[in-house]
DNA sequence: CTTCTATTTCGACTATTCTTGAAATATATT
DNA sequence: AATATATTTCAAGAATAGTCGAAATAGAAG
């Protein structure tokens, strides 16, 4: 992965709301969550949610699939993988990273 | 780690030049790297790597140590392995979620 | 084809972040 | 004390992000 593509994803993750969107989705599993589902859990105007979940697909954290009127939001967990794998390996290369193991 | 905290360190490593930094002082170590060094790495000017380094610093990712006139900024490995078990356990990285009701 | 629900896009505003040069601070050396 | 080096703080402008309500769009159902 290339450092500002990283940064990107940092940057999306990086504001309370789309964390906690984000976290409401993979925890969701693959089942994923609609747009008004998020909007009650979190209480913003829906224009402000969309605009949040943009940023998201944007940086391929999360897609959307509709299904009739509703959005479904899923948590991309490929990109997420990813995402640590460059801060664990990319970053901790060459020092003692004491996080468990997962060295590609 | 609560949610607020790892979205301000998510936000902090989500700016190009602040990754940048951050992967030159973990790769480079328990030494740490002086700021000047990093300034002639990036090419930036001091008061923006200063500015940036505060970001670093307040959300607890590098520390500074003042060596003679010299500033020399150290990874803070500890808050990234934090960091990323946020994302690991909090946020359940290896899909297959355990939807075990702690959502909030 | 009208209406209903779900969500996005638009427009406008406020707030925050990024950037830089100049000035200030800290420490060492003469 | 005067000077030099390393770095930060200050001040200010430009760019970007966050917020919301209103209007637009997409699809389903009457």
């Known amino acids: 992965m290339k450092l500002e593509k990283a940064a990107k994803q940092l940057e999306s993750l ?3 709301v789309r964390l906690q969107v984000y976290r409401a989705l993979v ?6 969550l609609p747009v008004g589902h998020l ?6 105007a829906a224009s402000t949610l969309s605009h949040h ?3 998201l697909i944007n940086t ?3 897609s959307q699939e509709r299904q009739a009127t509703t959005l479904i939001c899923r ?3 490929q990109s997420m993988d990813q995402l640590v794998g460059y801060l664990v390996n990319e970053c901790c290369l060459d020092a003692r990273c004491k996080t468990d ?4």
């Open 14 to 16: 990086g504001n309370p």
């Open 101 to 104: 193991g997962k060295v590609a």
């Open 27 to 32: 925890r969701a599993g693959e089942d994923g």
């Open 75 to 77: 948590a991309n967990f």
């Open 39 to 44: 909007q009650d859990k979190i209480g913003i």
């Open 53 to 55: 979940l943009r940023s």
């Open 60 to 62: 391929g954290l999360i």
